[in-house]
Structure formats: C-alpha cells, structure tokens
C-alpha cells in the first residue's frame, strides 16, 4: 500500500519518494493545463492537447488571445472560481478559530506573556511580536 503526501519525502519498500498530494493532484495538472493553452502552435494541436486533458471548448474559444484563452481553459476545468473560493472558505478555519492552535505551533516565545495572548488572541491591538 502507498502513501501520498505527508512530509519527508520518504516512502516505504525503496521505490523513492512518493509524489505530494497537493502537487500531484492540482499544481502539476494546472501546469499541464497552462502550457498546453500558451504553447500550442496552431488551433489544431491546442484542441487535440485540450481533448487528450477531457476539456471540450468551442471552436471559437481555440482563437482567443491567451490570456482570454487560458480563463476559458481553467474554467472548463475547474468551474468557476467562486467554486474554489467557497470550498476555502468551508475548509479553511477563520484566523480567530485557528489562531490558538496556530501559536502552539508557531510562536516561540512564552507561553504566558501578554504577546502570546495576543497571537491566541488573534488581537490586532495586541503587543507587536
């Protein structure tokens, strides 16, 4: 059985490292997605790279200039963008809900002085650290 993800690089049974979650499932598909859409020659070999990825555009979409291009391309996709800005903001806690279990982890200084509950506090008045 294999891992994804999970830090360190090191994978068991010797195959190497195994690919980051993260990277493997998003960052290197948008990749793949931006470079098909910006250095496709001609029309013919953006549509044919386009349907070897399983996005179908309009005929009139393979014209577009790049930048028009590549918003079109994500979109078919991803969806829309609200789509990923709402699962942030379902998955994503909000700094005042992370904050104390963030400053466990990150601050460094004491646990009981008034900067560290401050940055528990997630006080913008709070001391500057």
């Keep these: 059985r294999r891992r994804l993800g999970g830090g360190g690089g090191g994978g068991g049974g010797g195959?190497?490292?195994l690919p980051r979650s993260f990277v493997h499932l998003v960052l290197e598909p948008m990749y793949k997605l931006v470079?098909?859409?910006?250095?496709a020659p001609d029309a013919g070999a953006?549509?044919?790279g386009l349907a070897a990825a399983g996005i179908?555009?309009?005929?009139?979409?393979l014209s577009y200039d790049p930048k028009p291009?590549?918003?079109?391309?994500?979109?078919?996709?991803?969806?829309p963008?609200?789509?990923i800005?709402?699962?942030?903001?379902?998955?994503?806690p909000s700094?005042?809900?992370?904050?104390?279990?963030?400053?466990?982890?990150?601050?460094?200084?004491?646990?009981h002085t008034a900067a560290a509950r401050g940055v528990r506090a997630c006080a913008a008045g709070g001391p500057l650290v």
Excluded at 35 to 39: F, G, I, T
Excluded at 56 to 61: A, L, T, W
Excluded at 85 to 92: C, E, G, S, T, Y
Excluded at 95 to 111: E, F, K, M, T
């Design 15 to 17: 195959d190497g490292p």
């Design 95 to 111: 700094p005042v809900d992370a904050a104390p279990s963030r400053a466990a982890l990150d601050y460094s200084g004491g646990a």
């Design 46 to 48: 953006l549509s044919a």
């Design 85 to 92: 800005a709402d699962a942030l903001a379902v998955h994503i």
């Design 56 to 61: 179908d555009v309009d005929e009139e979409v």
């Design 35 to 39: 470079s098909v859409a910006l250095s």
């Design 69 to 79: 291009l590549l918003r079109a391309v994500l979109r078919a996709h991803y969806g």
């Design 81 to 83: 963008p609200e789509a």
